[in-house]
């Protein structure tokens, strides 16, 4: 999709959608990381918050020039992102080497996984688990 708030030049942008339940719940205040997936750049390029929509703000990111992808032998006409999502009680996610086209808006989907609702080491599951030595699991009577 275009989008007018692109940068002019050798810009494409990027919104991330986080979402858990099967994509039905949006996930507010996930914190996405978005970084360079190649070695020669810096690493680190920006943290966003996720809003009430699950969506974090448009994020305007350098990318290979359109006219890259009419050259033989130039590779890929994309540059590629990786991207980081956090929230507590969910699983870490990441995506890797997520491509981003110059003139065009791309949107990354991210499911999240919840964490398991209980602590193993501080929670016992309820119900009789044990039985003394004067309960018999024998319910007949001879």
Known sequence: MQNSQIPEGNYGSLVVSVRTAGNALPVEGATVTVSNATPDEPAFLRTMQTDISGLTPLLPLSAMPKSDSLVPGIGHPFTVYNIRVVKDGYYVHENRNVPIFAGITSLQPVELIP???????????????????????DTEEN
């Open 115 to 137: 964490l398991a609702p209980y602590n193993a080491e501080t929670t016992r599951p309820e119900g009789n688990l044990y039985f003394s030595s004067e309960q018999s699991l």
